[in-house]
């Protein structure tokens, strides 16, 4: 599956944005699709995660749980990421991926996604 991520972009903090990933090739009802993010100078970093094939359930890193949220909309193909409460500790590039087959244990490794997107940068500003 090809990947396009977009919606990046420089906001406050405190501030919102939402990040898309339009898919193409395969649909995403059957992949399990993630955001991962790479602050400056930094590892990549699991994000969020949903798993579509146990019905949609989602998975989220302790430093976003509350504050981000990541919805699908098959018709669209294109997942999203709403981001709330942005903090300047947030600013990375973001990464979309997806995998037709992840065991749950791998789901926030990001060598487990075989399809990435090329990354959408979102600066938070304080």
């Known amino acids: 599956v090809q990947l396009q991520a977009s919606g990046g972009g420089l906001v406050q903090a405190g501030g919102s944005l939402r990040l898309s990933c339009a898919a193409s090739?395969?649909?995403?009802?059957?992949?399990?699709v993630a955001w991962f993010r790479q602050p400056p100078g930094k590892e990549r970093e699991f994000v969020a995660a949903?798993?579509?094939?146990?019905?949609?359930?989602?998975y989220y890193a302790d430093s976003v749980k509350g504050r981000f949220t990541i919805s699908g909309d098959n018709a669209k193909n294109t997942a999203y990421l709403t981001m709330n409460s942005l903090r300047p500790e947030d600013t990375a590039v973001y990464y979309c991926a997806a995998s037709p087959s992840i065991i749950l244990s791998n789901i926030r490794v990001a060598q487990a996604y075989g399809s990435w997107g090329q990354g959408t940068l979102v600066t938070v500003s304080s």
């Open positions: 949903i798993h579509w094939r146990s019905g949609g359930y989602t």
């Open positions: 090739g395969r649909t995403f009802s059957r992949q399990t």
